[in-house]
């Protein structure tokens, strides 16, 4: 079973609505979350990083949440624009051994 | 800022045929990392090399992958004999201190084997 289950896979939203992405893990013990931007056909770009203290982070209209102790974790747009299609990929490091466990993405597409 | 540099950024060969994928971190950074991309099974980390040695290669999937740094600006990928399942879009990323810091990724080489 994956340590990083993100939801919902896909979605379309129309320009200008908001939208929030989830991301479960289970990777213990905790080290950090990031939250990572790729467009298609291009490597990924990170959005943002939460280590255990902390519960919330912006960058620009994308706000990310993290709630270490149900292991949850939210990337919320706001007011989405076009060039916010892409695929959103959790990234969790495990403080143990510092590996790295990904999710899948969520597949976000704005519509005109 | 030239960023990391992948090349080739599309390969096809065909099976059993050596494949040889390269990477050029970023200036200054010390760590450097192969991934591998899938629909199915989406990004994986391969191997992470820090100060040009080999720190984690448990993602190596098996004997027919292996991967150089001889020096701080050039990394090697090597898949042979190559087979139809490892097509796939290769990354390199780096670092400027190990997985903590924030990695900043290459294009990526597609790959396809026939």
């Known amino acids: 079973k994956n340590q990083v289950e993100q939801s919902p896979q896909s979605l379309i939203i129309l320009e200008g609505k908001n939208c929030t992405l989830q991301?479960?893990?289970?990777?213990?013990?905790?080290?950090?979350l990031r939250w990572y931007k790729q467009d298609t056909g291009r490597g990924p770009v990170s959005l943002t990083i939460m280590t255990f203290s902390e519960n919330t982070k912006s960058n620009g209209r994308y706000t990310a949440t993290l709630d270490a102790d149900t292991k949850q974790s939210s990337l919320h747009i706001t007011a989405s624009q076009l060039s916010d299609s892409a695929s959103y990929i959790c990234?969790?490091?495990?403080?143990?051994?510092?590996?790295?466990?990904f999710g899948k993405g969520n597949q976000v597409v704005v519509i005109p | 800022d030239a960023g990391v540099i992948q090349s080739p950024r599309h390969e096809v060969t065909e099976m059993g045929q050596e494949v040889t994928l390269r990477c050029k971190p970023i200036s200054g950074h010390n760590s450097l990392f192969w991934y591998r991309q899938t629909m199915m099974r989406g990004l994986e980390l391969l191997i992470y090399f820090n100060n040009n040695v080999p720190i984690d290669d448990s993602g190596m999937p098996e004997d027919r992958f292996s991967a150089k740094m001889p020096n701080a600006s050039f990394s090697t990928l090597k898949i042979q004999p190559s087979e139809p399942r490892d097509s796939a879009v290769y990354f390199c990323?780096?670092?400027?201190?190990?997985?903590?810091?924030?990695?900043?990724f290459g294009p990526g080489t597609r790959l396809t084997v026939l």
């Open positions: 991301c479960n893990y289970t990777v213990s013990p905790f080290s950090n």
């Open positions: 990234v969790v490091t495990n403080y143990g051994n510092n590996r790295l466990a």
């Open positions: 990323a780096s670092s400027s201190a190990g997985r903590d810091n924030e990695q900043f």
